[in-house]
């Protein structure tokens, strides 16, 4: 079965203080992965999609990096609007004609002044 | 201008109660979807519709029927709510199958 697993559950960082999300997955054959940002009381907002391992995107402070079993989200020096819930999903073989995502249980990131 | 809207917002009933829940889209996509938000913010897709056709039917009790009138929108009805319904509800649009999908704002039920 297609699995995904975030880690950590949760992190606390200072400003300025960079640091990584990381997202396993397990998958029959991954057609896409896809980072995800969820504010308090919103619906996911959509940052990236990587396909192929060595993969990597950017935007602003995030950078998304892909290989062949986990991708990671590197926050580089964060600023306390960074701080949401990221959560990170697959499109594997198995879902991919039905389009079914599968989500992880997400990271919840706290920045302090 | 808003991408994937839902309405209503907020949404607080009694137990047995038949509610709806609404969606559209102005994306110009094919394919709309509901996602279930648990307590512990996990999402798990519900249905997904491709030209208002059903394509995905997860394992959700027959209590809950999603309508797609057009391309552009997807309603969620849900009949004899039960305590365990009480979650957010998110709708969710793509291109295409299998596509980056765009989420809605939410929809939080509470039943009592």
């Known amino acids: 079965e297609d699995q995904v697993t975030q880690s950590p559950e949760a992190l606390r960082l200072q400003e300025g203080e960079s640091s990584s999300l990381n997202c396993s997955y397990t998958?029959?054959?991954?057609?896409?992965l896809f980072w995800y940002r969820q504010d308090p009381g919103k619906g996911p907002e959509f940052l990236f999609t990587l396909y192929s391992a060595g993969e990597e995107k950017e935007k602003e402070r995030l950078k998304a990096t892909l290989t062949k079993k986990e991708s990671f989200l590197h926050i580089t020096a964060p600023k306390p609007e960074d701080s949401a819930t990221y959560l990170c999903a697959v499109h594997s073989d198995r879902s991919y004609n039905t389009d079914k995502l599968i989500f992880g249980t997400g990271t919840r990131l706290q920045v302090f002044p | 201008d808003t991408a994937v809207s839902q309405t209503p917002k907020y949404l607080v009933t009694q137990m047995g109660n038949d509610k709806s829940i609404k969606c559209e889209q102005n994306?110009?996509?094919?394919?709309m979807y509901w996602y279930k938000q648990d307590s512990k913010k996990f999402l798990k897709i519900m249905f997904s519709?491709?030209?208002?056709?059903?394509?995905i039917n997860e394992t959700v009790p027959n209590r809950f029927s999603p309508k797609s009138p057009d391309k552009a929108h997807l309603n969620l009805h849900i009949n004899s709510l039960e305590l365990g319904d009480s979650a957010v509800y998110f709708c969710?649009?793509?291109?295409?199958?299998?596509?980056?999908?765009?989420f809605g704002p939410g929809t939080r039920l509470l039943v009592l």
């Open positions: 994306l110009g996509h094919d394919t």
């Open positions: 969710a649009s793509s291109r295409d199958r299998a596509e980056t999908q765009y």
């Open positions: 998958v029959s054959g991954l057609r896409g």
């Open positions: 519709y491709n030209n208002k056709e059903l394509i």
